[in-house]
């Protein structure tokens, strides 16, 4: 993907998460120099493998199993130190070195143990089905201008009264939800103080280590977290993360321009999953979706919560490569439909009588719809060791080609397994 012209790349998830975006972003980052996370935070699983060995990585980037990469998680992260650590250490337990590798930016906002105790007492956040990782409230804070930044660490007293904001803020929120719990600002500054020495070592401008990146030519893969249908602008509100998750965030969520950026990759999964609660077109009923599960592992990569599934909604990845304007997609998990006698992929939703082929602004208007299904023979075949098009079964080739031609949006990538090499592109 990565060529002469082609020197920096985001990669985003197409539908509402767990696309493979981890598994993509390990076989990209083999031509990468640098891979920077541009949102979200902890609320992430990204799943990687050294060998055997299965990695979920939450808010380091994908690419930190590749020796020679430099990882960065920009400004516009939410991040949680205390999170970030345990992982940097599971990681070294693992063999992997991460020491002068790995950038956190300066203006990254800090998820506070505030943050997450609002996020786990909060009714709204239950009713959406929330990781609990404080992410909404992190982002609340940053928006209503009483966030803490990883550079306010330094700055005893600036800190102090920051904390003091965001504690009395969170103390009237817990009090709203009549929680028993409250935050405490001593034990909150004492909490950071012992995380600080640790956080300033890896404190960086980001934004400026990327430009200059970018000048001297190097390849930068920007990783995105989420999905677009979970985008706060663009994904299914309010069932919503709290994160630009599409490609115009990565420009903000790393402090360079958007003419910098050479091309949009969007992942996307041979079928459709969801975690949490929110619309989903096309979901199965309650023994395909067991059937699904069972075949496609779909259980959080963090949480272990089991992912509702359905079929491929082309109008949902239509919807994404708009959005985003997507070069090009990844479609991961192919292998997963490999024993199926048939399989489904919508193309349009009846909305009242009426065929409906955009993806709608209002949730409401998906509520009674009925997705529209063209059937493709299964290919009933292993598809797991398949390393070009041309070795995949005519089923198979026939399938993704017209997803191609339904979202209009060529597939650069077909995966056929969790390792690196079951990869075909
Ligand atoms: P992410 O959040 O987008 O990085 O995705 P997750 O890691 O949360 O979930 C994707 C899951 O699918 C992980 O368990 C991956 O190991 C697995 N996976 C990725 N690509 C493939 C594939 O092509 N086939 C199969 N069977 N599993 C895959
Ligand atoms: P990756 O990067 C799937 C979902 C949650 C919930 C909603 C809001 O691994 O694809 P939040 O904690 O962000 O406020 O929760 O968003 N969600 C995800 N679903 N994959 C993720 O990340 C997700 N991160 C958040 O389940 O519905
Ligand atoms: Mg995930």
Known sequence: MFDTNTRTIVLVGAQWGDEGKGKLVDVMAERADWVVRYQGGANAGHTVYIGDRKIVLRQIPSGILHPGVRCAIGNG???DPESLFEEIDALIADGVDVEGRLYVSDRAHIVMPYHKLVDKESAASKAIGTTGRGIGPCYEDKVARRGVRVLDVKHPERLRALVEKGVEHANGLLKRFRSTRTADVEHTLAALAALAPRLERLSDDVGLAVHRAQQSGAAVLLEGAQGSLLDVDHGTYPFVTSSS??????????????RTID??????KAYTTRVGAGPLPTEFDEVMGE??????NEFGAVTGRPRRCGWFDAVVVRYAVRVNGLSSLAVTKLDVLDTLERVGLCVGYRINGELVSEFPGDIAALEGIEPVYEWFDGWQCSTADARSIEALPAAARAYLDRIEALTECPIRYVSVGTRREQIIG
């Open 77 to 79: 992260v939410v991040l």
């Open 245 to 258: 998750t599409t490609a115009g965030g990565a420009s903000i969520g790393v402090g360079i321009g958007p």
């Open 263 to 268: 091309a949009t990759i969007g992942v996307v």
């Open 291 to 296: 059937h699904i599960r069972a075949l496609g």
